[in-house]
C-alpha cells in the first residue's frame, strides 16, 4: 500500500478499468490482471515487450469537463485489499474537507498536497512509475506466481546458478 508523489498523467487511460468512482477519484485495476480474454492478452504482450510491470491497483484524481482533462496518480498497490484502504481514507477524510471548495483549482491543489504529504510521513516515498516502484512491481509479479502455480504465500523461491 502506497502513497505516491502526484504525478501527472499523459497518456490515455485505455489499460485501466474503473473499479469504483466519485466526482473527483477513480479506482482502478489494471486490464488484464485478475481476468482473461482478448484485451488481458494484449496488455500482457504490451508489457512484455516494453517490459513494464505497474502495479494492479491505483487511484487517481481525475477531472473532466469540455475545456480540460486533468488525471493524476495518488496511490498504487498490489492487492485490492491495500488500495481499498486508500479508498476508504479518501471518501473518510478528503470528500468532506473539498466538498466547501467551488474551484477545481483548489480541489486539486488541496488533493496533491495532501498526498504529497501522505507520501512524505510514509515510509515509502516514491515516483509512480519510476525504478524505486520496482519492489511494488516484483510483489505484483510474484504473487501472480503464486497464483498461477498454486504455490502456498510462504513458500520461498530459490535461484541457484552453477
Request: glycine fraction near 2%; proline fraction near 6%; aromatic fraction near 12%.
Amino acid at each position: 500500500m502506497v502513497w505516491v508523489k502526484p504525478e501527472h498523467l499523459i497518456l490515455a487511460q485505455s489499460f485501466w478499468s474503473c473499479e469504483k468512482a466519485s466526482q473527483y477519484f477513480k479506482l482502478q485495476r489494471r486490464k488484464g490482471h485478475g481476468t482473461r480474454g482478448f484485451s488481458s492478452l494484449i496488455v500482457a504482450t504490451i508489457d512484455s515487450v516494453f517490459d513494464t510491470r505497474p502495479p494492479p491497483y491505483r487511484i487517481i484524481y481525475d477531472f473532466d469537463n469540455e475545456d480540460i482533462h486533468i488525471s493524476i496518480v495518488l496511490a498504487v498497490a498490489v492487492e485490492l485489499k491495500e488500495i481499498e484502504e486508500h479508498w476508504s481514507y479518501i471518501q473518510d477524510n478528503f470528500i468532506p474537507a473539498i466538498e466547501p471548495l467551488h474551484l477545481e483549482k483548489d480541489v486539486r491543489r488541496y488533493v496533491t498536497t495532501k498526498v504529497e504529504n501522505l507520501a512524505n510521513n510514509s515510509d515509502e516515498v516514491i515516483a509512480p512509475y519510476s525504478e524505486e516502484l520496482d519492489s511494488v512491481a516484483t510483489r505484483s509479479c510474484l504473487e501472480k506466481y503464486h497464483k498461477t502455480f498454486s504455490i502456498p504465500p510462504d513458500e520461498k523461491l530459490v535461484n541457484c546458478e552453477f
